[in-house]
Nanobody
Framework: QVQLLESGGGLVQAGGSLGLSCAAS????????MRWYRQAPGKQRELVAA???????NYQDAVKGRFTISRDNAKHTVYLQMNSLKPEDTAVYYC???????????????WGQGTQVTVSS
């Protein structure tokens, strides 16, 4: 059974920083892309940032230059460092990983439970 366990998040003033982490555990053979999504109240879930197994990254325009995604393949962990936070960054942040449990298993999507990030003005 694969699980993604998130940590970090919380309440911060505008202009501040927060870091999120998400560790995958269980039967893991290979992790392809790892991503962070967020969902604000009344809005659809949106992709924030992604990192491939080779370390290539991509960001939503609204967070470019402020957020940094990274991963530690040995620890099956993805991180999101968030700087210069704005009130509009307030949302529940979810990690996502496409991974397989064995050499012959297909890639499946897994999700973390979500962690609240609140930025006060």
């Amino acid at each position: 059974q694969v699980q993604l366990l998130e940590s970090g998040g919380g309440l911060v003033q505008a202009g501040g920083s927060l870091g999120l982490s998400c560790a995958a555990s269980g039967s893991i053979f290979y992790i392809a892309a790892m991503r962070w999504y967020r969902q604000a109240p009344g809005k659809q879930r949106e992709l924030v940032a992604a990192v491939t197994d080779g370390g290539s990254t991509n960001y939503q325009d609204a967070v470019k230059g402020r957020f940094t995604i990274s991963r530690d393949n040995a620890k099956h962990t993805v991180y999101l460092q968030m700087n210069s936070l704005k009130p509009e960054d307030t949302a529940v942040y979810y990690c996502n990983a496409a991974l397989s449990g064995s050499a012959w298993a297909p890639l499946l999507d897994y999700w973390g439970q979500g962690t609240q990030v609140t930025v006060s003005s």
